[in-house]
């Protein structure tokens, strides 16, 4: 089969019985037309050998998908690593449904690299930021909404694939991991205005790699 540039939308019915779904993230009309999402690309570094050729077509072609999901694109190039907490104060925030963060840049195995680092000049953006910045302490406004968190960077240098053989072993081992209750047992809260909510709560994150290793 051909590949197709172009977004296959689904059925008007199956659109509306998802809507109407309690397992499913809330859409209204006025959440459709708020969506926002933030874009940022470094291209050009500091350093000319780091110079990423070829991330404008990444950077069109992202940003032609999430227009056609529409969302409303917040586009950066060449930061360095400081612009996450301006967005986080975007006034669509409060009335979007959803929220697409996209960072293509350099990158290390817990940072994303800003265009004027060097060995001299550490400029690097920690990934664990994003969810601070986008959590539910410091903006609140997208509590209960997913954030889709996608990273295409390097995590590493070590290569990122291995030689495999057709036949598996026979023995398959899996760890069964304990969940622990909390050291107060776990008890209610009674006040229904305070509750405790997960500080990384409603994220996916989809990075290019894995722990340590370079983007192939």
Not at 37 to 53: C, H, V
Not at 201 to 209: E, P, T, W
Request: proline fraction near 3%; charged fraction near 30%; include cysteine.
């Amino acid at each position: 089969h051909a590949w197709s540039n172009s977004l296959v939308t689904t059925t008007d019915s199956f659109w509306n019985e998802k809507r109407k779904s309690k397992d499913v993230y809330a859409v209204s009309d006025e959440s459709l037309r708020s969506r926002v999402a933030l874009l940022i690309t470094n291209r050009n570094f500091a350093n000319e050998r780091l110079t990423r050729k070829g991330a404008e077509k990444d950077e069109e072609n992202m940003e032609k998908l999430l227009r056609s999901l529409g969302y409303e694109v917040v586009k950066h190039n060449d930061l360095t690593a400081q612009v996450l907490h301006t967005f986080a104060e975007h006034p669509k925030l409060r009335d979007t449904d959803s929220v697409f963060v996209v960072i293509m840049s350099h990158g290390k195995r817990e940072f994303v690299l800003g265009v004027n680092h060097s060995e001299e000049n550490k400029d690097e953006f920690p990934v664990d930021n994003i969810y601070r910045h986008l959590g539910p302490q410091e903006c609140p406004a997208l509590m209960n909404k997913p954030k889709i968190i996608i990273i295409q960077a390097c995590r590493g240098e070590t290569g990122g694939s291995v030689l495999v053989s057709d036949s598996a072993s026979d023995k398959v081992v899996c760890d069964d991991v304990s969940q622990q209750l909390p050291a107060n047992g776990g008890g209610k809260i009674v006040d229904d205005a305070i509750r405790y909510v997960h500080k990384e709560k409603d994220f996916i994150s989809l990075l290019s790699s894995t722990p340590a290793h370079a983007t192939c």
